[in-house]
């Protein structure tokens, strides 16, 4: 699978080193450092914002089998998982921690 993970924190982080074993693996994160975070992994970086559409497309997210959203902010993981969607990606997962959005948002 080809996956797009947007935020290179603690949970992109864990998740990139768990899924880059069996899948193509991109970490989109606002932070230049980034790329050193990710050098021992298998995956690319690209340095740019979650809700940036140039570095969504820049990411590859219009060809993403998944797209994650996991930055620190619920509104832009709410955003950047409609964006990505919107530019192509097959599913979305949305990191969210205010129960007030997981009640509105989740399938029935």
């Not at 947007?6 to 994160?29: F, I, Y």
């Amino acid at each position: 699978m080809y996956i797009v993970i947007a935020g290179g924190g603690e949970v992109g982080g864990e998740l990139a080193r768990t899924l880059e074993k069996a899948h193509e693996v991109v970490v989109l994160d606002r932070n230049p450092q980034a790329k050193e975070r990710f050098v021992h992994l298998d995956v690319k970086v690209v340095v740019g914002g979650a809700t940036d559409p140039d570095a969504l497309r820049e990411a590859g997210v219009d060809r993403a089998d998944l797209f994650i959203a996991s930055t620190d902010s619920d509104e832009v993981n709410l955003l950047a998982s409609l964006l990505a969607k919107g530019l192509g990606a097959k599913e979305t997962l949305c990191f969210v921690g205010k129960g007030g959005y997981v009640e509105v948002l989740t399938d029935p």
